[in-house]
C-alpha cells in the first residue's frame, strides 16, 4: 500500500484569499493557489485543483495505457496524454478531456483506439472520478 499526501494552506475568503498546495512525498515543493486562477480571472498565474487532477489524470493514464500494451506484447515507443479539466464557477468539474498520441509499433490505429479506450476505463484516477464525464482522443503516430 502507498499514501500519497499533500496538504493546503489557505488565508481570507474565497476570492480574495490566497494559500498553497504543498506536495509532501516528492521534492516538488509547494504551489501558490487563489481563486482568481481558478475561476479564469488570472490564468496561468497559479496553480488550480483542477490543473493538479488534470496532472494526476494524465500521468495515471499514460501508465494504463502502457501497461496494457505492454502486456499485449506491443510496448509504447512514446506516448504523450494531454488531459483538460473544465471548470465553471458555481457548478463544478463539468468534464475531463483526454487526448493521447502513440507511437507503438505493431498495432494498427483500431487496435490502438480499443486499448486507448480501455485505458480510460482501467485507470485508478478515471476510477476515482467517475462522477465526471470523461472523453478521450486517442492517435496512433
Request: glycine share 10%; net charge negative; aromatic share 4%.
Amino acid at each position: 500500500m502507498t499514501v500519497s499526501s499533500a496538504q493546503a494552506h489557505w488565508e481570507g475568503s474565497l476570492t480574495e484569499g490566497e494559500g498553497e498546495v504543498e506536495f509532501l512525498n516528492s521534492n516538488v515543493g509547494s504551489l501558490e493557489i487563489d481563486w482568481k486562477s481558478r475561476a479564469g480571472e488570472t490564468p496561468g498565474a497559479k496553480t488550480t485543483p483542477e490543473e493538479l487532477i488534470a496532472a494526476a489524470h494524465s500521468s495515471c493514464y499514460s501508465m494504463a495505457l502502457s501497461h496494457a500494451l505492454a502486456g499485449n506484447g506491443t510496448p509504447a515507443s512514446a506516448l504523450d496524454t494531454r488531459a483538460d479539466v473544465t471548470f465553471v464557477p458555481g457548478t463544478g468539474i463539468t468534464g475531463i478531456h483526454l487526448s493521447v498520441k502513440g507511437s507503438v509499433p505493431g498495432v494498427t490505429a483500431e487496435e490502438f483506439a480499443t486499448f486507448a479506450e480501455n485505458a480510460k476505463v482501467g485507470c485508478p484516477v478515471s476510477a476515482a472520478l467517475t462522477g465526471t464525464t470523461i472523453t478521450l482522443d486517442a492517435e496512433l503516430v
